[in-house]
Nanobody, 118 residues
Framework: QVQLVESGGGLVQAGGSLRLSCAPS????????MGWYRQAPGKQRELVAH???????NYADSLKGRFTISRDNAKNTVALQMNSLKPEDTAVYYC????????????WGQGTQVTVSS
């Protein structure tokens, strides 16, 4: 089964930057919305950012100005540029995709760990 695969996670010092990428593991039909979620230890999964096929974006209020989401429609890929990282950004980051005709995210990646040290 085709899945989304994240890459780019790792360990970074506070104030640093990371760029996460997400791509399908194989051929995938056109995705409408794509997004990033994250889950910190002991917390619920939360939305980080969301981007429509037309390029409209939505961010968690606490992340505006530090994170930027972008996508390549032709490749069904999505990226997340994370700047000025803080220890509270430490989490597993998940990529998600919404297929045409769906009202919810029906494709998910397995997650990539981002750890920000103080």
């Amino acid at each position: 089964q085709v899945q989304l695969v994240e890459s780019g996670g790792g360990l970074v010092q506070a104030g640093g930057s990371l760029r996460l990428s997400c791509a399908p593991s194989g051929s995938m039909s056109r995705l409408n919305a794509m997004g990033w979620y994250r889950q910190a230890p002991g917390k619920q999964r939360e939305l980080v950012a969301h981007i429509t096929r037309g390029g409209s974006t939505n961010y968690a209020d606490s992340l505006k100005g530090r994170f930027t989401i972008s996508r390549d429609n032709a490749k069904n890929t999505v990226a997340l540029q994370m700047n000025s990282l803080k220890p509270e950004d430490t989490a597993v980051y998940y990529c998600a995709g919404m297929s045409a005709g769906s009202w919810y995210y029906d494709y998910w990646g397995q997650g990539t760990q981002v750890t920000v040290s103080s």
